[in-house]
């Protein structure tokens, strides 16, 4: 079996430390890739710290993979060695029933194959993500990196950015709209970009008066500081969509008042029982949505690739040390990192 190396929690308390672990023999549809780099995403630390209670260790995170084709297995027609690739969320599906047939295998009735921590359909071994030095995946789950994109800031793409990207898309934002993103972190600054590449007019909603500026320079038309009164009576019933990033629980009925009637309020954030409850007049009164969103299937994070190649739109990433692995999840859960920590692999030769 070919061997790898890689970072793996062993418990919630144990932190991320060197691993040694085998990949499994090259099937004759699998693509082998080289990892260049893997972004770091909270989902991440979640399955670290067993957040969620439904780890199985040891663990090796990382879904947002930026590598280079090794090898091809013999019935594998997409892609060759040397080509820049990447992979995401998922690497399998049944790929048999109605979402997946549409191309929509985040929804697949019997459940996506997760990039790490999910259990392979044909062997029934746990799977390991990006934070390794090598990945054999099935060939209709990579995804071709167009030339023109740093390959360390498209990495983010594969789940931060097709996680906004999607819904602005199925929802059909386009110009004319009015749409508002809450929260400004790794989606939020995503989804500004996306919003506005795709002729809407954008409204950041924040907390903190100090990220106003930033928020105009990520793109937003306007900024809207979400504890000032004032500032939410003023845009009440103007909006058409609200894209909701933010991942702890919060209050959506101030942002419910600011949709016009017929409007969407989406979450992509988050995964927890909203609390306080939802006051079914702010749905009632107006017809307004709430909805979510899952990442996006594969033909579409092929899309967001080429659509961020096309309009020139890059995550926003600090370059990270795997070694400094650790440090890097307790900054992120103080929402010190501008936008997105980036593995770089090659450090993980220094750790062998």
Not at 175 to 188: C, R
Not at 213 to 223: L, T
Not at 284 to 304: C, D
Request: one cysteine or more.
């Amino acid at each position: 079996m070919p061997q790898a190396n890689g970072y793996a929690a062993h418990s919630p308390q144990s932190g991320l430390a060197p691993f040694r672990f085998e990949r499994r023999e090259l099937r004759p549809d699998d693509v082998a890739i080289a990892i260049d780099y893997c972004g770091v995403c909270h989902t991440d630390i979640h399955f670290v710290q067993d957040d969620w209670g439904m780890t199985q260790y040891p663990v090796v995170p990382g879904h947002e993979i930026i590598g280079r084709v090794t090898a091809v297995g013999s019935e594998v027609t997409g892609f060759r060695p040397g080509d820049t690739v990447g992979v995401g969320c998922m690497v399998d599906s049944c790929r048999e029933c109605e979402p997946c047939s549409r191309g929509l295998e985040q929804y697949c009735l019997e459940g996506p194959v997760l990039t790490y921590n999910g259990q392979d359909r044909r062997d029934g071994g746990i799977t390991y993500g990006g934070y390794s030095d090598s990945i054999m995946v099935n060939e209709h789950f990579v995804v071709r990196v167009p030339e023109t994109l740093d390959p360390a800031a498209a990495a983010p793409l594969l789940c931060a950015g097709i996680t906004t990207y999607s819904p602005l898309r199925h929802y059909g934002v386009k110009p004319g709209h009015k749409v508002g993103v809450i929260g400004m972190g790794g989606l939020g600054h995503m989804g500004i970009k996306f919003a506005r590449a795709l002729g809407a007019e954008v409204t950041v909603f924040t907390r903190s008066e100090s990220k106003v500026g930033e928020a105009q320079r990520q793109g937003a038309h306007h900024v809207i500081v979400s504890t000032d009164a004032a500032q939410m009576r003023a845009a009440a019933g103007s909006f058409d969509y609200m894209l909701d990033t933010v991942p702890v629980q919060h209050d959506l009925n101030p942002y419910l008042e600011l949709l016009r009637y017929d409007g969407t309020h989406i979450l992509v954030g988050l995964v927890e029982p909203v609390e306080p409850p939802v006051h079914a007049g702010n749905l009632l009164f107006g017809r307004r949505v709430l909805a979510g969103s899952l990442i996006g299937g594969m033909p579409e994070t092929q899309e967001v690739l080429d659509f961020c190649a096309t309009h020139d739109i890059a995550c926003d990433i600090e370059m990270l040390d795997i070694r400094n692995i650790n440090e890097a999840y307790e900054r992120v859960k103080r929402g010190e990192v501008k936008y997105r920590f980036v593995i770089d692999m090659a450090t993980l030769k220094d750790t062998q």
